[in-house]
């Protein structure tokens, strides 16, 4: 009896633990939630390439920051074909709200929705996945924005961190760029892949993030909103992929935190039944 006690507590901790850690790691078949703002340019499909399941924005009713947080949305995605429309509309409206709140932001001149491959394991799909992964590892909602040729200035500013306020960056739409240029920011998340993945565990170095059929981004930013900071330049230096620094990361126990508390346990059950 006492050794089918400790064998169930011993596997109810590890559990939660497996848990926890799973949560941010996709590749262990944990898919947390996530919310889509599809704007036509490619950005479902690639995460169909990419196996992630998730929502679409316009199959919510009133969507708002409180109702995405509420229904357990952990990071928002959009992709880089223009037209947010509701999205922009939501977000203008509530832009305090989001800049207040939010977890982990990844605002980026690439296009790798419109790059997608459909093998599910070019390059630019892994930028997505990296992305995604870098964003979910917070208690916070996180967004993660792509930008195409097609978008103004002003329809990159509807985001809450661009938007004209104090401190806010200022983005520049160009005719499209090839070469990218990751290697001061080699040692972030977003660049050096999953290892625990079976295809995605390559960092995305200059000559992955480079040359993409169709151009390897479309904006740039010439002065970034405050708190951020560039984590991917174009071949001229300037910012193309942008992250928040300023934010809680989540905390999963040590595993040697997990063995201590079920040797506590084990020890504390073991003398109970001594005494008994």
Known sequence: MMKQTVLFILLFIVSIYCHAAGEVLLGNGIVPPILVFDNGNGITDTLNQLGLEYD????????????????GYR????????????????MQAESETWKSNSGKVVLSGQNPDANYDENGIGYPNILVYNSIIWAL???????LSFISFSDSVDKWNWTPWMNGSAGSGTALASPGGSTVNVEP????PINLGDPDHPYYED????????????????????????GFSAVALTGSG???TIVNTNVIPIQIPEPTSILMLAFGTFLAIWLRFRKS
Do not use: C, K, R
């Not at 990071?75 to 939501?90: E, I, R």
């Open 185 to 188: 920011f080699m040692n972030h």
């Open 56 to 71: 679409l924005w316009g199959e919510l009713s009133s969507p708002n920051f409180s109702s995405i947080v509420g229904a």
């Open 203 to 226: 960092p995305l170095d200059n000559y992955y993030l480079s040359d993409w059929p169709n151009s390897s981004y479309t904006s740039y930013f010439t002065a970034l909103p405050q």
């Open 238 to 240: 300037n910012a193309l």
């Open 137 to 143: 590892t917070d208690h916070q909602q996180g967004t």
């Open 75 to 90: 990071v928002l995605v959009t992709g880089s074909g223009g037209n947010y429309g509701a999205l922009a509309t939501q």
